[in-house]
C-alpha cells in the first residue's frame, strides 16, 4: 500500500516570493504521483502529474515538480507567486498497476496563502 | 468538469436518518469514486467502482453502501447517519487508472 505525507499543513508566503510545497510517498511499487489543487468552496483540479519519463513536470500556470526517486519525494514549486495561487495544494500517488490498485491515495494537503 | 453533477449540494439531517448522495456523470467514465474530505485529514476513498454493478470498499467504508446500476449514476447511502459522517463529499471520475480525476463540486453534509 502506498501512503502520502505533506511536510506542511500551511505555508504563508509573500507575493512574488518563491514557495516550496513538500510531498514525501512511500511505496513498495511503481507508482504514479499527481498535485491537485483546491480553490474555496471548489472541487480538486489536477495541476500536474508524473507518469514516467522526464522526471521535471510542469503546469501551465508555473508550477513544476520533481520527481525523485531515491528521496521518494515529489516536491511542488513556484519560483513567483501570485495572490490568486491561494488554495490548498493535495500530493496524491497511485499504484502503476492500475485496478483497485490504482486508486488515487491523498495527502492531508498544504494550504498555500499569498499575501501582498 | 467533465459533466459531473453531485446532488444534493448541501444537506443536513437527523442522527438515525437514510441519506443517500448522488453522482452524475455524461461522459461515459468507467471509474467513479466518493471521498470524504475532513479537516486535518485531505481526502479518503469511501467505496469506488470500475463499472456497472462492480463496487469495492475503499479506506473508510464503514457506515455507507454504495451502488451504480448504471454507467452514469453512482450513489451513496448512509444507511443510518451518525454526527461522525458529517463532512464534504466529493465524486471523482476517470477513463483509466492512469488518467487524472476530476471532482464534483462537492456536498456539504451535516448531520446532527
Known amino acids: 500500500a502506498q501512503s502520502v505525507t505533506q511536510l506542511d499543513s500551511q505555508v504563508p508566503v509573500f507575493e512574488e516570493a518563491p514557495v516550496e510545497l513538500r510531498c514525501n510517498y512511500s511505496?513498495?511499487?511503481?507508482?504514479?504521483l499527481f498535485w491537485y489543487v483546491q480553490y474555496p468552496n471548489q472541487g480538486l483540479q489536477l495541476l500536474l502529474k508524473?507518469?514516467?519519463?522526464?522526471?521535471l513536470v510542469e503546469s501551465i500556470n508555473g508550477f513544476e515538480a520533481e520527481f525523485n526517486k531515491s528521496q521518494t519525494s515529489f516536491h511542488l514549486r513556484k519560483p513567483s507567486v501570485h495572490i490568486s495561487d491561494t488554495a490548498e495544494y493535495f500530493c496524491?500517488?497511485?499504484?502503476?498497476?492500475?485496478?483497485?490498485?490504482?486508486?488515487?491515495?491523498f495527502g492531508k494537503g498544504t494550504k498555500l496563502s499569498v499575501k501582498p | 468538469d467533465a459533466g459531473i453533477t453531485q446532488s444534493p449540494r448541501h444537506k443536513v439531517t437527523e442522527t438515525g436518518t437514510p441519506v443517500t448522495l448522488r453522482c452524475h456523470q455524461t461522459e461515459n467514465h468507467r471509474y467513479m469514486y466518493w471521498y470524504r474530505q475532513d479537516p486535518g485529514h485531505g481526502l479518503r476513498l469511501i467505496h469506488y467502482?470500475?463499472?456497472?454493478?462492480?463496487?469495492d470498499k475503499g479506506e473508510v467504508s464503514d457506515g455507507y453502501s454504495v451502488s451504480r446500476s448504471k454507467t452514469e449514476d453512482f450513489l451513496l447511502t448512509l444507511e443510518s447517519a451518525t454526527s461522525s459522517q458529517t463532512s464534504v463529499y466529493f465524486c471523482?471520475?476517470?477513463?483509466?487508472?492512469?488518467?487524472?480525476?476530476?471532482f464534483g463540486s462537492g456536498t456539504q453534509l451535516s448531520v446532527l
Open positions: 511505496s513498495s511499487v511503481s507508482v504514479y
Open positions: 467502482s470500475y463499472g456497472v454493478k462492480d463496487t
Open positions: 508524473y507518469l514516467s519519463g522526464s522526471t
Open positions: 496524491a500517488v497511485s499504484d502503476t498497476r492500475g485496478g483497485s490498485q490504482g486508486n488515487l491515495i
Open positions: 471523482a471520475v476517470r477513463f483509466g487508472p492512469n488518467e487524472k480525476l476530476f
